[in-house]
């Protein structure tokens, strides 16, 4: 199960970090992605970080949108992935999901949060 919080209304320019906690899964061995879905379009990839067994390294991957502003974490010890977000614009109003990947590659996801929604205000 993953539960995202953190969501809210905000001014641009503005900051918001969104949580997901997991529970009933190996969150270690997880990838774990944010994807969003702005009214009226398609859910798209927002940002995903590597999972591991054994390493505590991780590789993180953003779409070209974030990059820059956006920061992708997790906790292990905590099971729970962060996203900071800085420097919001209203493009970036949306309901955010969090996801687990058990594939190496971060394009297949197992499991689905509910999303929590972002409202960035101009």
């Known amino acids: 199960q993953l539960q995202a919080s953190g969501g809210g209304l905000v001014q641009a320019g503005g900051s918001l970090r969104l949580s997901c906690a997991a529970s009933?899964?190996?969150?270690?061995?997880?990838?774990m992605g944010w994807f969003r879905q702005a009214p009226g379009k398609m859910r798209e990839f927002v940002a995903a970080?590597?999972?591991?067994?054994?390493?505590?390294?991780?590789?993180?991957d953003y779409t070209d949108s974030v990059k820059g502003r956006f920061t992708i974490s997790r906790d292990n010890a905590k099971n729970t992935v962060y996203l900071q977000m800085n420097s919001l614009k209203p493009d970036d109003t949306g309901v955010y999901y969090c996801?687990?990947?058990?594939?190496?590659?971060?394009?297949?996801?197992?499991?689905w949060g509910r999303g929590t929604l972002v409202t960035v205000s101009s």
């Open positions: 996801a687990a990947s058990g594939s190496s590659s971060l394009r297949v996801y197992d499991y």
């Open positions: 009933g899964l190996t969150f270690r061995s997880y990838g």
């Open positions: 970080i590597s999972g591991s067994w054994s390493s505590s390294v991780f590789i993180a």
